[in-house]
């Protein structure tokens, strides 16, 4: 078995450990969400647990599988097209995230800010498709992360904002807006300062906390 010598044995574990329960938490709320409601937002906030466990899964259980055996450059491939994957999924649940808040909320001119919502979205997803991304290369284009990164920072500003604005109406979403704002500031420094500075990565697991917040508070509705 090939290990990888830059990596402690605990770290790599913690990491598998961290990542399985992440994935096995989402997966039980959507589950249960899907289960025991039967309102529109409840649904919804199933799919949107779903999509979120689904979808990181594509690059998670290959970074299970890498920190398990030490060896990356097997993994490589799937590590990438995983990233490309759970980039969409991210994506789709913000826009779900927007759609429940709007059940919630129904702020004036919703129509007008859902199509920017929509628009905003598209775009971060045509971005992910480019070739000029480098998702399986050793050294991702950093300049390509910014750019498909951009309409994903205004999609999560502008949900933000919307439950931010309207936090006093549900007691169980009222903290939506600090989890999605926490989470896109410890996501930034990974983007855009991870390749020179490694340790930077570490933001992804308060990251990540915030997303099981979201999760939390949607299963309270």
């Known amino acids: 078995m090939k290990q990888n010598p830059t990596r402690p044995l605990m770290a790599r574990w913690f990491e598998v450990i961290f990542d399985a329960l992440y994935l096995l938490a989402a997966v039980c709320f959507g589950v249960i969400m899907l289960l025991r409601n039967t309102g529109i937002a409840g649904q919804l906030s199933g799919v949107m647990a779903l999509v979120l466990a689904v979808g990181d899964a594509f690059h ?29 999924t991210m994506t789709l649940f913000y826009v779900l995230l927007w759609h429940i808040g709007l059940l919630f909320f129904a702020p004036e001119s ?31 284009s950093v300049r390509w992360a910014i750019y498909r990164n951009i309409p994903f920072l205004l999609l999560g500003a502008m949900t933000a904002i919307l439950f931010g604005i ?29 390749q020179k500075n490694p340790k930077l990565g570490m933001l992804m697991i308060p990251k990540t906390c915030m997303y099981i917040w979201m999760l939390a508070m949607c299963l309270a509705l």
């Open 110 to 140: 919703a129509h007008t800010w859902t199509i920017l919502v929509y628009i905003l979205a598209l775009s971060r997803i045509a971005l992910c498709f480019f070739r000029q991304n480098g998702w399986t290369s050793a050294v991702p």
């Open 166 to 194: 309207y936090f006093h109406v549900s007691e169980p979403l009222r903290y939506m807006w600090l989890a999605i704002t926490l989470s896109f500031l410890f996501y930034i420094p990974v983007v855009v300062w991870a």
């Open 60 to 88: 998670l259980v290959p970074r299970i599988i890498t920190a398990v055996s030490g060896d990356r450059k097997r993994m490589n491939n799937l590590l990438g097209f995983g990233k490309m994957i759970t980039s969409i």
